[in-house]
């Protein structure tokens, strides 16, 4: 008999208001992951070794991006490399990065992000 996979749920998307989007930035690691991604499409070992978390973290916060539509996944042989959507974008800086998010409804949010954090000098690549 042919093993067949189970049905994957659907995932219900939050809603596209701009308390909802500005409640999943308030997270620092995803506002890192974000940044990370601006220069270019990394796997979740690649982003957990550069942000010293684990892997299980990283992908947790991933899934929440995901389900949100601000990063996408492509699958290349065995591993996920993850990219920003398209109404994504970091500038990173020596004094801050700026980060911008396009909302569906035309909103856009755009957060500045202090490169000392915890009186360091963050690590943003």
Not at 72 to 82: E, G, N, Q, T
Not at 84 to 99: D, E, K
């Amino acid at each position: 008999m042919p093993k067949t996979r189970p049905k994957r749920r659907q995932k219900k998307y939050a809603s596209s208001s701009l308390v909802d989007l500005l409640g999943l930035l308030r997270s620092e690691p995803r506002r890192r992951i974000l940044i990370q991604l601006a220069a270019g499409p990394k796997d979740v070992a690649t982003l957990a070794a550069e942000m010293k978390l684990s892997a299980s973290t990283v992908r947790y916060h991933l899934g929440r991006l995901r389900d949100r539509r601000l990063v996408h996944v492509r699958r290349v042989a065995k591993r996920c490399l993850f990219r920003h959507s398209p109404n994504v974008s970091a500038i990173v800086g020596r004094q801050r990065v700026i980060l911008r998010v396009a909302t569906p409804d035309g909103s856009q949010v755009t957060l500045m992000i202090p490169a000392q954090v915890g009186g360091r000098q963050a690590r943003y690549k």
